[in-house]
């Protein structure tokens, strides 16, 4: 975290320091251009960061790199405590038998699935990369690698994915059930890949290519 956050309840002079009333505009134009560091401290708050070479510049006006904002903090955040929480009460996993010798395995008695159905220029592979126990119940992430091999530019990609029983990140749901794309990413070039990550206490979920368009 930098000494000089991008944010003005952290930069505003501390009511311990000074009891009168800070206004809006006044504060910004007052404290916002201190060089010194902030006055109050922002427990737990997640700035932007460095950037894709590690550089980070701690200056307050560096919004990017120095804000703490509640779209980087909110979901981050919640995926953790999602994740310590472990099963909790929210039934979002549905009930599976997971039959696991003693002692438990580190990885499932599945070897990584390799998917390419009807042959299609696009090949799915998936393996567990961690497991852990809670609740009684072994839960595994894996790892779900998308690559390319047409050729071509794959736009409007869809997958079906059936027999998952937990939470998957990074590809964009539809209303009809499939999964294309992250909101980030419109398309696949050729021999480029994607990963998207999923958890739940079950074998590897079916992964299979739906449809797609060539550009």
Same mark, same amino acid.
């Given at each position: ?41 922002? &427990?737990?708050?997640?700035?932007? !960061?460095?950037?894709? +070479?590690?550089?980070? #510049? ?7 790199? %120095? ?62 990369? &961690?497991?852990?126990?809670?609740? !009684?119940?072994?839960? +595994?992430?894996?790892? #779900? ?7 071509? %530019? ?62």
């Amino acid at each position: 975290m930098g000494l000089v956050l991008h944010h003005r309840g952290s930069s505003i002079v501390s009511v311990k320091v000074d009891l009168s009333f800070v206004s809006c505009r006044g504060g910004y134009a007052t404290w916002f251009n201190r060089k010194a560091s902030d006055p109050n401290l922002l &427990t737990g708050a997640i700035v932007g !960061g460095p950037d894709a +070479y590690d550089n980070f #510049a701690d200056h307050r006006d560096n919004y990017e790199q %120095t804000e703490p904002p509640t779209y980087n903090n909110a979901p981050l955040l919640g995926i953790l405590a999602r994740l310590h929480g472990g099963h909790g009460g929210y039934n979002q996993l549905l009930p599976v038998e997971v039959h696991v010798a003693k002692p438990i395995a580190a990885q499932p008695k599945p070897n990584p699935v390799k998917e390419t159905p009807f042959a299609a220029p696009v090949v799915i592979e998936q393996k567990p990369t &961690t497991s852990w126990v809670a609740n !009684g119940k072994t839960y +595994y992430r894996y790892s #779900a690698i998308v690559t390319n091999k047409s050729g071509k %530019t794959i736009k409007n990609l869809n997958l079906s994915v059936s027999k998952l029983y937990g939470l998957l990140w990074v590809l964009t749901k539809s209303p009809s059930g499939s999964y294309g794309f992250p909101t980030w990413v419109s398309s696949l070039p050729a021999d480029k890949s994607m990963e998207f990550v999923y958890i739940h206490a079950a074998s590897p979920a079916q992964v299979s290519l739906s449809s797609y368009t060539l550009a």
